[in-house]
């Protein structure tokens, strides 16, 4: 099947650094990217739906300054935590689709952020 | 608006046990889309099922099965004889309006 892959798996930086958060498609076109955080034995949050070429569509309440999404290509979206606070720790996970929903969306592996 | 519910949050069975996992959704829309995922112990989230709103014909994949009744807005998922490797938290979905809403997941124990 079709897969997403998400880089890196895990990362731990400095309070006030910025981390990307890289999520590719290696087998089809993902015209749509969906973010999600997810916080220990929590089910998904949707931050953000960003669609090839054009701005992401937040969430309420999540800081689109701080979360900044880039969607450049059909095979590349990525989420950079500008800022990071030990508060923004958390589990974070792309997911791509193309042709929604009359086909599965494929999950990247998931990004374990930590900030010290 | 849009709402997922799984009612149990965690399940404990033995090897080969049947057990089913309970899903409630809520929507106003007649068209829509209903998702199983299995989350294991490393995060990725893989794809169970998908149904949409007008097929509520049941489904078998192996030891899955999947129950859907719009009757009663319900889409339950049941592992017939478990086994250790279906320990994972299972998550349902609802695919409306270009968005997921996921339930807040089962954590399913296989004990051997």
């Known amino acids: 099947g079709a897969v997403v892959s998400q880089h890196p798996s895990r990362v731990i930086c400095k309070s006030g650094t910025s981390v990307k958060i890289e999520c590719r498609s290696l087998?089809?076109?993902?015209?749509?990217m969906f973010w999600y955080r997810q916080f220990p034995k929590q089910s998904l949050m949707l931050m953000a739906t960003s669609n090839e070429g054009s701005k992401a569509t937040y969430e309420q309440g999540v800081e689109k300054d701080k979360f900044l999404i880039n969607h450049a290509s059909l095979t590349l979206s990525t989420l950079t935590v500008t800022s990071a606070h030990p508060e923004d720790s958390s589990f974070y996970i792309c997911s791509g689709g193309s042709g929604l929903p009359n086909t599965e969306a494929f999950f990247g592996q998931g990004t374990r952020l930590t900030v010290v | 608006a849009q709402k997922v519910t799984q009612a149990q949050t965690e399940i404990s069975v033995v090897e080969k046990e049947d057990v089913t996992l309970d899903c409630v959704y809520e929507t106003r829309d007649t068209t829509y889309y209903l998702f199983w995922y299995k989350q294991p112990p490393s995060g990725e989230l893989v794809f169970l099922i998908r149904?949409?709103?007008?097929?509520?014909q049941n489904e078998i994949s192996g030891r899955y099965s999947w129950n859907f009744q719009k009757s009663t807005s319900s889409f339950n998922f049941t592992i017939t004889a478990s086994q250790v490797v279906d320990s994972a938290v299972y998550f349902c979905a609802l695919y409306n309006f270009n968005k997921f809403y996921f339930g807040s997941g089962t954590k399913l124990n296989v004990k051997p």
């Open positions: 087998d089809f076109q993902a015209t749509t």
């Open positions: 149904r949409n709103s007008f097929d509520e």
